[in-house]
């Protein structure tokens, strides 16, 4: 099966830095990495309790501006064994896709997200961390 895990859920934010600093001091979390996507805009940090093979919190700033006064959940992750057969597989079923091609980040980490049912966002994530 080359699906594995919960690799992690996505929250959008509206200041990366005090976001962080938040679940850092009050949660507990650890920052495991900072990156900018190769779009430019959007930044992203991973943080974890430093375990291995953790589900970890992505949080996301610069997606869109219009988050409700509760926030947002932007997806859920699953980490996956092989990107390329899962976009093959994917597409042969009848799921909408949101994005047209896999995207592979700076750090070498590949993804593509779809619809679930009821239109919440599922990626499929190849890590290399």
Known sequence: MAR???EHVGIMVKDIGASVRFYEEVVGLKLK???EHTNGVIQLAFLGFDQAGETELELIQGYNG??????????VAFTVDDIEEEWGRIRKLDVRLIDADITTLPN???YFFFYGPDEEWIEFFQSTR
């Not at 219009?66 to 997806?75: I, M, Q, T």
């Open 108 to 110: 070498g980490s590949r």
């Open 33 to 35: 990495g900072k990156l």
């Open 66 to 75: 219009s988050l409700s006064p509760e926030g947002k959940v932007h997806h």
């Open 4 to 6: 594995r895990k919960i």
